[in-house]
């Protein structure tokens, strides 16, 4: 799961996960075990994501996993039990309550590492329930305020691909209607795009503008890196192990 979300901060390219990144032999020669990476998806879907995966922490189901100033991306996962399973537990374990679970994940990632984290019992019948519920988000936040502060891990955002931009809190593809967009429990978004008249001479001009977004040449954003691995799944470094 880590490595899956680690292809997010890597501008959609996946890295197969390696323990070893490279042996000294005692000559002085070197040999390298670096992974070879695979495009997964584009930067641009990539880049989608994590703006999305971003509001989980800031504003969605996983705050507890935020930690202030920082920037991370990621998923809260629950696993449940079936209608008759779940009586069975309720009967077996003495718990009664609203919601219980066998499994509870959160994975998530920045510009230097990726994390997946399970809570849950080896018996499943064991459930997870109240405050259970919110201790991989906790660890992850723990772990991450502590990889933040001796690494500097989280402090940089995700490198921007060509061929999207930002209006508001949303992301478009260049050329697509900001005219539309979704209204949710994290905000809303103007119905037209921030890239007003200024940029053109003529009205209608203006209103191509206003509805569909820059083209690729006005948009002030930069490439992502699709050759080299920003993200590991192995280490909080961000240095293949």
Excluded: C
């Amino acid at each position: 799961m880590a490595a899956a979300y680690a292809a997010f901060a890597n501008g959609g390219t996946y890295y197969k996960p390696s323990y070893i990144k490279s042996i000294k032999f005692e000559d002085g020669s070197t040999k390298s075990f670096d992974s070879k990476g695979v495009e997964a998806m584009s930067p641009q879907t990539a880049y989608m994501m994590s703006s999305m995966l971003k509001q989980v922490l800031t504003g969605g189901t996983a705050t507890e996993a935020y930690v202030p100033g920082t920037i991370n991306a990621g998923k809260t996962g629950t696993s449940n039990y079936g209608d008759d399973e779940y009586y069975k537990v309720q009967k077996e374990s003495g718990v009664y309550a609203e919601l219980m679970v066998p499994d509870e994940t959160f994975v998530g990632y920045n510009t230097k590492y990726a994390m997946a984290i399970w809570t849950g019992y080896k018996n499943r019948k064991t459930p997870l329930y109240g405050s259970d519920l919110d201790i991989a988000k906790q660890i992850y936040g723990v772990t991450s305020s502590y990889l933040n502060q001796m690494y500097g891990a989280g402090s940089e955002d995700f490198d921007m691909p060509s061929g999207v931009y930002n209006n508001g809190s949303y992301v478009f593809l260049t050329g697509s209607s900001t005219s539309n967009v979704y209204t949710g429990s994290l905000g809303t978004s103007s119905s037209s795009s921030s890239w007003d008249s200024s940029q053109s001479s003529d009205s209608s001009s203006s209103q191509d503008s206003q509805q569909y977004g820059p083209d690729a040449s006005t948009n002030p954003s930069t490439s992502a890196s699709n050759g080299s691995e920003h993200s590991n799944s192995n280490t909080s470094t961000g240095e293949e192990q």
